[in-house]
DNA sequence: AAAACAATATACCAGTCGGTATATTACTTG
DNA sequence: CAAGTAATATACCGACTGGTATATTGTTTT
């Protein structure tokens, strides 16, 4: 593995353990056993490094979401598809998306945040796009579809986050759809 | 108001628009024009000025949840009691609760995450608890109780962060509530 | 072969970090 | 009135911050 993957690598373990400030570009750089020059070719600066952690680990991931989360006739369906598609993202990458996540609630001014920000909207548009969809050809959603959105992603991303790489989360993630759909009365 | 209030306010407000660690001691006592040894006099440190901002504000809103959490024999109303007192408590000090909700996702092995790990646990053992109750008398929750509560707790603080001061707020929590009870396809 | 370039290191920059030693003032307690 | 104490400031500490000027090496392009 090259310098470039190792400082992206280890910048991805260091940012999620100690958050994004509390870690310096000098921790970074002996993780890998480089110096700073060799990070700031790379990446141009700290934030540049953490732009490229989501960019290159990301990419193929949101095409991936877009492509299961399209409305295909059937809402539960599509919503099943687009959740186990979110935990096999997970799944493949759980410290990125553990990451990624934390930046949630957030909703800081620091730049660190507004970066993660761009990636968590790819997201949730993917999914609000969802059911929107859904509700052009089902239409009984009444205009609720942006709080829908904003619930079930904060039950499936508290539940992805809380399993990491549990074997047995699919079994969960149906409960989970289950209690989305009809409550937890049944 | 005195400069320990004024310490403990001037802090909250910084460490929640840029996170614990991006906040420096001098730049907190700038914004309230005292020196360091004066912050240092009160808090001891930096991390003791963190757990000042919750515990002063947090320990009476505790015990009033612990109040309203109180099972009563009808589900229905007990859940409701405790989602409009947290929506009380979010109100009148929505900026605490927005910093001590930013750490829900982190679960960093920083210094301050702990301390907010703490506060939240309570928040969370009281939840839980009141799905324990109530499964006690109606034995029907298959020991799902902790899933239910991580899935409550996501739904009403993704839902109470993202309305902050809103005037509207509780015609919402009833959506939620019903949302959560009989899911989204009714 | 010469010039350009990519990849790296040493050594440095001013600024900030959390924290403290010391001194001063004012108030309280004996 | 004397001693202690609470509250504050100035000035400092070594360590670290993100970032860079400069030099060196090896490869690629002309």
């Known amino acids: 593995?090259?310098?470039?993957?190792?400082?992206?690598?280890?910048?991805?373990?260091?940012?999620?353990?100690?958050?994004?400030?509390?870690?310096?570009?000098?921790?970074?750089?002996?993780?890998?056993?480089?110096?700073?020059?060799?990070?700031?070719?790379?990446?141009?600066?700290?934030?540049?490094?953490?732009?490229?952690?989501?960019?290159?680990?990301?990419?193929?991931?949101?095409?991936?979401?877009?492509?299961?989360?399209s409305y295909n006739g059937d809402f539960v369906n599509s919503i099943q598809k687009l959740t186990f598609a979110l935990s096999e993202c997970t799944s493949k990458n759980p410290v990125l998306y553990h990451l990624l996540f934390s930046y949630i609630l957030s909703s800081k001014k620091n730049e660190d945040s507004e970066v993660a920000q761009k990636y968590l909207n790819k997201i949730y548009e993917i999914t609000l796009n969802l059911f929107i969809k859904s509700k052009e050809q089902n239409g009984n959603m009444n205009n609720r579809e942006s709080q829908f959105t904003y619930s079930y992603l904060a039950v499936v991303v508290d539940y992805l986050n809380r399993h990491g790489m549990d074997e047995n989360k699919e079994q969960g993630l149906y409960g989970l759809l289950h209690q989305f759909q009809f409550g937890i009365n049944s």
């Open 1 to 69: 593995m090259e310098n470039k993957e190792k400082l992206l690598n280890a910048a991805l373990s260091l940012f999620d353990e100690k958050g994004y400030q509390g870690v310096g570009i000098q921790e970074i750089c002996n993780a890998v056993g480089v110096s700073k020059p060799t990070m700031y070719h790379y990446f141009g600066s700290k934030l540049g490094l953490l732009d490229s952690i989501f960019k290159t680990n990301l990419t193929e991931d949101i095409k991936y979401l877009e492509r299961e989360a």
